[in-house]
């Protein structure tokens, strides 16, 4: 069965604090994803990895880094936390090829306070 | 960049009926188009995937219609229960500057909720 675990899935920082948010996915997959979700805005791509420490910049990478220096690992870093990045922070990952299923972890509701 | 709409009105349906959802795209066609279920507070997961090639694809009660022409894809849960109830996303696939293979971009998703 496949799988995309992240390492929390509720999660409370204060302003200014470094956050780290991790995502391991079991199944050999090239790309990972890092989206956030929120009400009436659907989900949108903050970063994406293509290979081990290849990553491109999403629709919205501001105030966030990745890094991947394990294929199985993607980490999301949000270099000093802001109210602004409260969310649900939703990792996945997919094989290169154009027609595969792209699969997600259960996601992290981050509150910053 | 592509734009993807779904209605973002939830969708209302008595038990057994056809749920119908839809999906628009502004510009151009994708080769595959998705569409995925989410849960409250959970991931979204995969539901079926159709090619541009091919006009009808279904799964159990599930059935997707791809409309290059139209820029439209149709998804029917029929026989509807209330365990279908959820949100409903399509995903269509982008090319990744630089990269091997696709990313998806999502529409905002669609509510389903089946009363009994």
């Known amino acids: 069965d496949v799988k995309v675990t992240q390492s929390s899935r509720y999660l409370v920082k204060r302003t200014g604090e470094k956050v780290f948010l991790e995502c391991v996915q079991d199944?050999?997959?090239?790309?990972m994803f890092w989206y956030r979700q929120d009400p009436g805005l659907g989900l949108r791509l903050i970063y994406f990895s293509y290979d081990v420490k290849m990553k491109e910049k999403g629709d919205i990478p501001e105030g966030y880094s990745v890094s991947r220096e394990k294929k199985e690992r993607f980490s999301l870093i949000l270099e000093s936390a802001s109210t602004n990045q409260t969310s649900m922070y939703l990792c996945a990952s997919r094989l290169a090829g154009r027609a595969d299923t792209q699969y997600f972890g259960p996601g992290t509701r981050l509150t910053v306070l | 960049s592509q734009k993807i709409e779904q209605n973002s009105e939830a969708l209302n349906i008595q038990e057994g009926k056809t749920a119908t959802l839809t999906c628009n795209y502004t510009?151009?066609?994708?080769?595959?188009l998705q569409w995925y279920r989410q849960d409250p507070g959970r991931g979204p997961v995969f539901l079926l995937l159709?090619?541009?090639?091919?006009k009808e694809k279904r799964k159990e009660r599930l059935k997707v219609t791809f409309d290059t022409t139209l820029k439209q894809s149709l998804f029917h849960i029929t026989a509807s229960q209330p365990a279908d109830s959820a949100t409903y996303l399509c995903a269509l696939d982008t090319p990744m500057i630089k990269a091997a293979g696709n990313k998806l971009t999502f529409g905002g998703g669609t509510r389903v909720l089946v009363k009994p």
């Open positions: 199944m050999d997959h090239e790309n």
């Open positions: 510009n151009y066609s994708p080769a595959y």
């Open positions: 159709i090619r541009e090639n091919e």
